[in-house]
């Protein structure tokens, strides 16, 4: 196997670990659920990409196969993941869980209350 | 309050395809790599599954009007005349037959008759799986 493909891949799989790794940490430290849902759903897709892509790149050099597979796997959690997550935030703001005290917006309650916006 | 479930269904769309080929792939490919008729009914039956989520029960029995009891019969058939073919050659109970066919457009291809016993337990696997959900989700 190319050395620098080596490089590559042991990064790009080191990459992927410390993306989890962070995705976890916000998960425990950020305040409410829809900042820990951003957190998860975004740094988590990307580092079990990033490991998927490092395992694909190996087998190919290594082993010289190419698992299409993986490259669907891929593809499928790109997909996939943030729909996740928008349903599951849309359903803990519609169950009625309140946002972080400190936070300054929330357009959706203010389209709820005044459903025409009679400006222009 | 009115939801809309626009992502929800434009994704399953474009995901539902990905999941079926990748169940056909899984059958097909369970003689010589890991899978066969149960992973490939269970991934069947899940995109059916994820297509209900989407969509409601009714719309879904429009598009694929299928007796799910009647097809877990049919499955059982298969792998019961697999079984029982068998007989018919004066040989064992269960006994398989294999061999290479030229068919018209595929040219030589490999064919065994315990596919057709694994098409019987994907048939018996989503018929079974399809009825226990369609029953408890229609109970109110």
Redesign the interface.
Known sequence: MIEIFKIIIVALILIGAFLSLVAAFGVLRLPDVYTRNHAASKAATLGVLAVLLGTFLYFYMEEGQVNS?VI?GI??IF??SP?AG??IS?AAY?SGVKLWDKSVQDDLKLK?TTPVQKKQ | MKTNDLILQTTTKVVLFIIILFSFHIFFAGHYTPGGGFVGGLLTSGAIILLMLAFDMKTVSLILPVNYIYMAATGLLFAGGTAAGALLFNVPLLTHAFGHVDLPILGDTALHTATIFDLGVFLVVVGVTMTIIQTIGEDE
């Open positions: 597979r669907l593809v499928f997909v996939t729909v928008h349903l849309r519609n709820e």
